[in-house]
């Protein structure tokens, strides 16, 4: 059995805990070395990328978690989590002192912040997802605007011209998952039950 946590710096992991406690799965929050080391599955939820970017890496946490990845841990990312998962970002946030933001990686894919406009253009949309209908809320949502050839796309919304594959909101890759859009705050638990199937490698 996996012990699962939550990146808890900055975002809204307790609807993650909540989502995971949903299936009977106790995670625990993870903000420190000592409380990374103890898990062996991670959750990067939803947020402000670039925040929780600058937390990771002050808090010292940005190698450790590289390590954990490259060595498999799985890993989850929504949305913010997902910009973080990205190997590569498009438009990264730049400070005004020219710093520009650094992601974790770990998926091969490069990614597009706020792809679908800004706050107040928050949509939900019914998408498939494996074998089942869901309704997935994107807030500011990233895209993978490219992907490669190890990454499946899982999900996809309808892109406003005719590209025939849509745009990519839900890639795995390995034992990595990262979706566009946010499973927590809606009543399904497709994905959260995806990444514990994942863990224990039935997925
Ligand atoms: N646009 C945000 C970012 O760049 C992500 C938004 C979200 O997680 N809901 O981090």
Redesign the pocket.
Known sequence: MSEFGVLALQ??FREHLAALDGLGVKARMVRTLDELKAVDALVI????????DRLTRNYGLAQPIKERITAGMPTYG????M?MLADRLENP?VTSTGEQQQTLGGIDMLVR??AFGRQVDSFEHTLKFADHDLTAVF????EAVQVGPDVAVLSTVPAPDSRAQGRIVAVRQGNLLATSF?PEVTGSRAIHEFFVNLTRGDA
């Open positions: 975002g809204d939820p939803g947020g402000e990328s670039s925040v929780i929504s949305c913010a989590g910009i946030a912040r706020n807030i500011r949502a990233p946010h």
